[in-house]
């Protein structure tokens, strides 16, 4: 119960199971997870291969539903919903950053940057306006006319995470964003998640990295399907 006038966690993770297959074949990649994020939180999830983070994310990002538990985004049961509206809530509230990237390698960044807006109806001219503002956010606004192969590996996943933002997404999803960088890359895209958690944005972070992680304001760690710490800490950029 959140207090008169107060905005329900971004996100409310209710005892959470998922099991996939049935009978002596069934895995467990998920025991009752409980997990809850305030808005303008920045947290890391972290394990082990098979500790269950990958399974977490997708469920968190409306890409699978748990087998029991509730969980809801802003507010919304995501189990009640159909994939219809599952796909809606996916494209308005959730802004992912994978990886790989995952950017169209004929399109220049700005349009990379518009896909979202345009699967979701936006006009062109908003869907430029709102570009050009979100690759400005990540500082890319001059190369917005560049195709990824004409970016450095930071550069192209600043464009995944201006495609994020463009949305205005109640949540910014990121699973190893930095898996896929060298060093210098790596802090620059930390930079950028830093500056965005500091203007108020809800960030969650799957690594398995102490270096991405040491940026977050909370740590919660998983293993065997179990939540087995969650504590909050300084982050490394306000030491």
Sequence with gaps: MTAEGARPPVLDVRDVTKVYGAGDTAVHALRGVSLTVAQGDYVAVMGASGSGKSTLM??????????????LLAGTDVGRLDER?????????????????????RM??????????????VRAAERRRRA????RE?????????????????QQQRVAVARALVTAPTLLLADEPTGALDSASTADILGVFDRLSETGRTIVVITHEDEVAAHARR???????????????????AR
């Design 132 to 135: 050009q503002a979100a690759l």
């Design 58 to 71: 997708n469920i968190l990002g409306c890409l699978d539903v748990p087998t029991g538990g509730r969980y």
């Design 219 to 237: 740590v919660v760690r998983l293993r065997d399907g179990r939540v087995v710490e969650d504590v909050r800490r300084v982050p490394e950029v």
């Design 85 to 105: 509206r599952l796909a809606i809530l996916r494209n308005r509230r959730i802004g992912f950053v994978f990886q790989s990237f995952n950017l169209i390698p």
């Design 108 to 121: 220049s960044a700005q349009a990379n940057v518009e896909l979202p807006l345009a699967y979701g109806g």
């Design 138 to 154: 990540v500082g890319l606004a001059d190369r917005a006319r560049h195709e990824p192969n004409e970016l450095s590996g930071g």
